[in-house]
């Protein structure tokens, strides 16, 4: 397997012809990858020949065409079927995953979670956003008395490509997490996988390609470097950076960036942090809990995780006690190998040269005051594929180190990062003092809590929290069914200020709308209500003809309304209302009571006694299209209503969302009640799920 590995650009791979230049550029332009445990050549990777301005353009033109002729609810469930078709050939990914390096654990976390993401953001986009192209964000903002000036945020697609460039050490899940809201938002995707890993990210495009499920042009493949990519961007466009600190700041600095007019969200390495509380001592659960966390986050991926544990803090009376309790926990649970033999726990790296850079910060690292006490810098004993042990040869291979700092304000323990099975030891005396060493880290993706006592929990993790982009609260509650420090989740925020890059790559929702433009927009109600899909106020509704509940959803349409007779509100209405329900409240039964309450010009009528009432006002009662009410939002009680006082209702057809993948839709009704003086008593939303064809038993119904 020592040909080039291809790229997928303007549907269809591609691969340089080494026919085509001189051997010797060949091989300066062509960089090899290995097996990280034997150093087998796999692939060689390059991008000499490839066009990548016109890639881009594809993306922007065909890709844009495709996506935005789909709504997000169909997007939605394309992501669904894109985690199914990965699903049925994932075995394909976890024999490629093992030759990085990767145990069958580390791969469940790269593949399976990449596929969890997909069906996340599948679930989340077909719950909370509409069967629309257009998000309407927050509240009408009214901008004129008579209502005829509204003001109202939506959020767009922007109009560009997401490049989107990954680290080496998720070659799945780091492209779907970022494919999976820039899909949703309607945006294409260039991805740019790392070099050492992306043979097993070109397998899932590969997948994904030959399921047949892509629109044109919303996916697309570089692999290799692509040293010009910042030349050929614009406004619209958006990079979605994953790596190094360093490396993310000279990309943030380009001109395109500063002042073209792209959009750049990094997530970059971070000295994570996980605090033992002063009540955690050994043979505590929360002790257990931490040490089986530290060293979960040292093996899993070879360390190789930005969320990983870069510094225990723990207190100083603990610390001899955390030490010897993670040497045991080594020795028992860690068995360093190629991923292939039987029992291997941990792998070793993605590559030689990742080796090579994690064994030289482990050394600026003692050399700016740690000391190591357990592991070694030493090429370890590891098991090989066939079943024996020996050296580790050819292999990426590194022992789990953990180093000790005796002074907490050693500057290299809360700035250098060895990007491995490597963590750092350091005590503390007061909570004080704790939070502020994770704050020495500048900015991280997740700091760990271990403690049962929830004055401790408040006091860091109000402290901290400025400081990340997570924070896990562990004691022996939720021990079990923690997550765990290390695991994003794509409905919580991934990522973190400073030095983790300012980014927030996951977070449900808000991780689409980052690649959407927020823009306000002001007009009449009926503008708003054409370009939003919503009914607004004041814009118009149709309130002849047949009853909306009588009409399926193919049938219904925004403004339909039902406008109701008036009913008469007793004293004998609500005492009767009171007492069936025991809802007995002296607003309702005591006049003097009432009268005496600054809302209330004396007795007055429940506020469900009124929605109820409604209800029965607005309904159409045989069967028919509407299948079920499935709840109120929104719900404002306005003006009391007294006995005497008369209500009717209007009902009107805000928002008509079509389910893609059932024969029924949610239909969001817009409800006002008011009194015989036309002032607004209550309003608020009703929910309904509708049929969206008239079934053959309601179509001879009477209107």
């Known amino acids: 397997m020592t040909e080039y590995l291809p790229s997928y650009v303007q549907s269809q791979w591609w691969a340089p012809d080494p026919a085509h230049m001189p051997q010797s550029a060949s091989e300066s332009r062509a960089t090899e990858v290995r097996d990280a445990s034997t150093g087998e050549v796999i692939t060689r990777v390059s991008t000499d020949g490839l066009d990548l301005a016109a890639a881009l353009e ?6 844009h065409a495709s996506l935005g002729a789909l709504t997000f609810h169909q997007r939605a469930v394309l992501l669904k079927q894109f985690a199914l078709a990965l699903t049925e050939r994932k075995d394909e990914l976890y024999a490629l995953s093992a030759r990085a390096g990767a145990t069958r654990t580390d791969s469940w976390v790269d593949i399976d979670g990449g596929i969890g993401v997909l069906f996340s953001y599948s679930g989340k986009g077909r719950r909370e956003l509409p069967n629309s192209r257009v998000y309407v964000d927050g509240a009408v903002e009214p901008l004129s008395k008579d209502g ?16 989107q460039i990954n680290a080496f050490n998720f070659p799945v899940w780091g492209s779907l997490e970022k494919l999976a809201p820039a899909f949703l938002a309607g945006m294409p995707t260039l991805v740019k996988p790392a070099t050492p890993t992306g043979y097993v990210t ?16 919303s996916l697309q493949l570089v692999s290799g470097s692509v040293p010009t990519l910042f030349e050929h961007l614009r406004l619209g466009d958006l990079v979605a950076f994953t790596g190094s600190a360093s490396t993310a700041e000279n990309l943030r600095s380009h001109p395109a960036v500063q002042t073209g007019g792209v959009r750049f969200t990094a997530e970059t390495d971070s000295i994570n942090a996980s605090v033992l509380g002063t009540d955690a001592v050994a043979g505590t659960p929360e002790f257990d809990a931490y040490v089986r966390q530290l060293v979960v986050e040292m093996t899993s991926k070879a360390g190789q995780k930005c969320t990983a544990i870069r510094r225990a803090i723990v207190p100083a009376a603990s610390a001899d006690d955390v030490v010897e309790a993670v040497r045991a926990r080594l020795a028992e649970k860690t068995l360093v190998g190629d991923p292939r033999a039987e029992g291997v726990t941990m792998g070793p790296l993605a590559s030689t040269a990742q080796r090579d850079e994690v064994l030289r910060q482990v050394q600026r690292l003692t050399a700016g005051g740690g000391r190591i006490v357990l592991g070694s810098t030493d090429a370890p004993e590891v098991r090989r594929a066939d079943g024996t042990t020996g050296p580790a040869d050819d292999g990426a291979f590194v022992a789990p180190i953990l180093l000790r700092f005796d002074d907490a ?28 060493i994770v704050a020495r880290g500048g900015g991280s993706l997740v700091t760990s809590v271990a403690t049962h006592d929830p004055v401790q929990a408040v006091e860091l993790a109000t402290r901290i929290a400025p400081f990340n982009g997570r924070v896990l609260l562990l004691d022996r509650d939720d021990a079990r069914s923690s997550t765990g420090h290390g695991s994003p989740l ?13 980014g927030e790559e996951l977070g449900g929702i808000r991780a689409v709308l980052h690649h959407m433009q927020r823009t306000a927009v002001q007009g009449s109600p009926s503008m708003l209500t054409a370009l939003t ?28 309304q039902v406008v109701s007779p008036s009913r008469e509100v007793t004293l004998e209405d609500i005492e009767t209302f009171a007492h069936f329900t025991g809802d007995t409240f002296y607003a309702h039964m005591d006049e003097e009571a009432a009268a005496a309450n600054p809302f209330f010009p004396g007795r007055v009528a429940h506020g469900y006694l009124l929605v109820s009432w409604a209800a029965g006002l607005f309904v159409d009662p045989e069967p028919g299209p509407v299948l079920a009410n499935y709840g109120l939002e929104n719900l404002r009680f306005i003006t009391p209503v007294s006995p005497g006082d008369s209500i009717r209702v209007e009902l009107t057809a805000k928002q008509i969302t079509p389910r893609e993948t059932d024969e029924y839709g949610e239909v969001r009704w817009d409800a006002v009640i008011r009194n015989q003086k036309d002032e607004i008593v209550a ?21």
């Open 490 to 502: 794509p409905t919580l925020v991934h990522g973190g200020p400073g030095r983790a890059g300012g």
């Open 533 to 560: 899909g919503v009914w607004h106020a004041g814009s118009a509704a149709n309130s002849g003809g047949r009853h909306p509940f009588r009409k399926s959803l193919s049938e219904l349409r925004i403004g339909d």
């Open 202 to 217: 070109e397998a899932m495009v590969r997948i994904l390609v030959e399921s047949g499920l892509l629109p044109d042009g």
């Open 409 to 436: 304000d050693a500057d290299a323990v809360h700035t250098v990062e060895a990007f491995g099975p490597v963590s750092s030891l350091i005590t503390y005396d007061t909570i004080d003092q704790a939070a502020d």
């Open 58 to 63: 594809y993306g922007r033109t065909v890709g």
């Open 683 to 703: 309003t608020y939303d009703v929910l309904t799920l509708v049929s969206k064809e008239p079934a053959a038993a309601t179509e001879a119904v009477p209107a």
């Open 148 to 163: 005829s000036f509204l003001g109202r945020h939506v959020y767009t697609t922007l109009p560009g490509i997401a490049v």
